[in-house]
């Protein structure tokens, strides 16, 4: 079946610094690719998407590129803030399907 | 905005109890989900309901069950907690089964 294998954390960078969460997936066909994130405290919320290979998924500063030859889609930002303190989820799904997700990738960021 | 509301942010259960997590959703939602976030397992998939009393097990439905009479709630039920089941809930709904509007979680700890 489908799975999600995403990095473990935490992951802990100063302020300004480049964040890379690694992110690689085992699915049949094309599925759809996600990162959703979880702000302490509350639920989870799309972060951004990528729906075929090659597309480039971009929100608030987040980058990910969905990679058919790796099967990855790993989620950037070129300098990271306090603010972006987070569990960081990557998910995929085939139409008509639940997503599956990973097991989340816990990102601190210090001043 | 969408608002998935639970209705208990924390609850302390004994083994045996039966517990109902309720959630409500103000988004004419169609699709409805329960999930259990653990540490280093990432979301798994309790139930779902895509119409008023209609219900789908999900990953792992074992112990649990879920009740949908009206549209905008979702119950989720255990009927003997136990200590294996002391975890983050989440609910969520959905227009689509791609983006997901989750809640801000229902911690239960079964004593």
């Known amino acids: 079946g489908d799975s999600v294998t995403q990095m473990e954390g935490p992951v802990t960078l100063s302020e300004e610094a480049f964040l890379t969460i690694n992110c690689t997936y085992t699915a049949t066909g094309y599925p759809s690719l996600f990162w959703y994130v979880q702000y302490p405290g509350e639920g989870l919320q799309l972060l951004l998407k990528a729906t075929k290979a090659d597309d480039k998924g971009s929100n608030k500063g987040f980058e990910a590129t969905y990679r058919k030859e790796t099967t990855s889609f790993h989620l950037e930002k070129g300098s990271v803030q306090v603010s972006d303190s987070a569990v960081y989820f990557c998910?995929?799904?085939?139409?008509?399907?639940?997503?599956?997700f990973g097991g989340g990738t816990r990102l601190m960021v210090k001043p | 905005d969408v608002k998935v509301t639970q209705s208990s942010r924390y609850l302390v259960k004994r083994t045996g109890e039966k517990v109902f997590l309720e959630c409500v959703q103000d988004m004419d939602h169609e699709n409805m989900f329960w999930y259990r976030q653990d540490p280093g397992l990432g979301l798994r998939l309790i139930y779902f309901s895509y119409d008023v009393k209609m219900k789908e097990k999900g990953d792992i439905p074992e112990g649990y069950s879920v009740s949908r009479e009206k549209k905008e709630r979702f119950s989720l039920i255990l009927e003997s907690a136990s200590t294996n089941q002391t975890s983050m809930y989440l609910c969520a709904s959905s227009f689509s089964v791609r983006e997901l509007f989750f809640g801000e979680g229902s911690r239960l700890t079964v004593l």
């Open positions: 998910a995929l799904n085939h139409a008509g399907n639940m997503l599956t």
